[in-house]
């Protein structure tokens, strides 16, 4: 129906920043609220879809009629978005997913000794561009965070891990990206269309993500 144009269609929606353990009482993470991701969860419920969030630690409480399955890493999220890729329609991928992990995760917490500590790092996978290689029918959304040239870096991610649409935002714009309950984005699409949003809500953004995907549902 017309207000329920999701109806029938499973969605997956990531949000928040991945933590990634150094030792029991310490992580490395990042700026994410899980904000952008929680509206999109909603929006994709309130549109009909039967809706999973994946979403990495955060206060924000589960929108209604959504399930919600918590992860901390990006490899705990990596294993569940697998999981679940083949059975979906749709795929929205909000969370800020650490791009490095520590080499070694301490069994006791770190002593400190008053020397200088380097943090070995190696890399984790990039869910997305896996998603992008193994997609037969679903529709992909990816985001791209970016401080500088964000057209550009935005283009190059859309097109190396092939989604269908891509959510761009500059996340150093006052009102927009980590934390704000605004955000400020451009839609990109593989076609070389771009739709420029003004400042305006996550979940008004996330209601014309609506409307795109079920334009590309067809
Ligand atoms: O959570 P909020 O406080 O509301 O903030 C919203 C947001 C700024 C986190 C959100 O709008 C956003 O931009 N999310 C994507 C953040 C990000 O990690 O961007 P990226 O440019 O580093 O990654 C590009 C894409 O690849 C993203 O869809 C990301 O989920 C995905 N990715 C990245 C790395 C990785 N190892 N695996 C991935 O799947």
Redesign the pocket.
């Known amino acids: 129906s017309e207000s329920t144009p999701l109806k029938g269609k499973k969605v997956l929606v ?4 991945t933590q990634e353990p150094l030792d029991p009482v310490r992580f490395l993470g990042n ?7 929680y509206a999109i969860a909603q929006a994709m419920q309130e549109a009909g879809a039967e809706t999973i969030l994946v979403s990495a630690p955060t206060d924000l409480p589960v929108p209604k009629g959504v399930k919600r399955v918590s992860v901390q890493t ?1 490899l705990e999220m990596h294993d569940v978005v697998l999981d679940n890729f083949s059975n979906m329609d749709v795929i929205v ?7 490095y992990r520590p080499a070694t995760n301490a069994e006791q917490k770190i002593k400190k000794d008053g020397t200088n500590r380097t943090i070995e790092l190696v890399p ?5 561009a896996e998603l992008g290689r193994r997609k037969t029918s679903q529709v992909l959304i ?5 401080t500088e040239n964000l057209l550009a870096y935005a283009q190059e ?1 859309m097109h190396r ?1 092939n989604v269908d649409l891509l ?1 761009a ?1 500059d ?1 150093t714009k006052p009102g927009a ?3 704000s309950p605004t ?1 400020i984005v451009s839609f990109l699409f593989p076609d070389g269309r771009r739709i420029d949003f003004p400042q305006m809500s ?1 979940l008004e953004i996330a209601r014309n993500l609506v409307e795109e995907i079920v334009n590309l549902l067809g």
Not at 31 to 37: A, I, L, N, V
Not at 124 to 128: A, G
Not at 142 to 146: K, M, N, S
């Open positions: 990531t949000a928040g920043g700026r994410s609220s899980g904000r952008m991701g990006a991928k909000a969370a800020a997913v650490a791009d984790n996978p990039d869910i997305l990816g985001f791209a965070a970016e991610k891990k959510v935002n996340v990206g980590f934390g955000n996550k």
